[in-house]
């Protein structure tokens, strides 16, 4: 059985003159290790179905089932913790909040049920030395870069070992330099890690070097073809 299992999720949104459907009985299996890139026009329905995958918003018809549970199924409470403890997200707009430093940044999803641990620290440390940013713990995010926020990113949404990390738009603010890198950490980190990573791009340069790239196009998934 697949880590990740979406079946026939549909999302539609009523209208007086006619519903809109933004997400048409949607199918999807991956495992840990794995990636896939999903490109498509703008209003698609791409965030959303992100969001969808994210425990963020509920589909209107349809499962999702990851690592043998159906988040829709649990209560607020149980659906919270799901999703700080089994996905990770890394935005757009990264999301830092500007009076904490890099560290403690990093270690917010710890935060959402108690305090931090020796071994939340530990790992925290583990993450931003592999994206390059144990010289700046403690640096708040007006302090550094676009690049080195969203790497800030990167490392928050992997803190928990998570089985399922999102990423919209990651590298859409970023220059080509600070772009390859980040996508070079995306692509390797979270493999690494042993998770499933799903990016939403219009990058075609990121894409091409997922493993898997679909396109959004009416409701539905296609392969992407250049």
């Known amino acids: 059985m697949s880590d990740l299992i979406v ?11 006619q519903d809109v459907v933004v997400l048409d009985h949607l199918n999807l299996e991956l495992n840990r290790g794995e990636n896939l890139a999903i490109m498509g026009p703008s209003g ?6 992100l969001q969808i995958l994210g425990a963020l918003d509920s589909p209107t018809s349809g499962s999702i089932e990851l690592a043998g549970k159906n988040p829709f199924a649990l209560n607020e409470k149980e659906q919270a913790r799901f999703r700080n403890e089994q996905i990770g997200f890394v935005f757009q707009d990264h999301h830092l909040l500007p009076q904490w430093n890099v560290l403690e940044n990093t270690l917010l999803p710890a935060l959402a049920f108690g305090q931090p641990t020796t071994a939340h620290h530990e790992r925290a440390a583990e993450l931003l030395d592999r994206v390059g940013l144990k010289h700046r713990m403690n640096h708040l995010p007006s302090q550094l870069s676009g ?8 490392a928050r949404a992997l803190l928990l070992k998570p089985t399922l990390v999102l990423a919209d738009e990651p590298t859409g603010n970023l220059d ?16 690494e890690q042993d998770a499933i990573l799903i990016v939403v791009t219009h ?6 070097r997922m493993s898997r790239c679909l396109e959004l196009r ?7 073809t250049a």
């Open 147 to 154: 690049g080195e926020r969203e790497r800030v990113a990167v």
């Open 218 to 224: 009416r409701g539905k998934l296609h392969p992407f």
């Open 203 to 208: 990058s075609r340069e990121l894409a091409q």
């Open 7 to 17: 079946r026939d999720v549909c999302k539609i949104y009523p209208n007086p003159s």
């Open 176 to 191: 080509s330099d600070n772009a390859r890198i980040v996508g070079e950490l995306l692509l390797e980190v979270p493999k």
């Open 44 to 49: 698609a329905g791409k965030s959303t179905l």
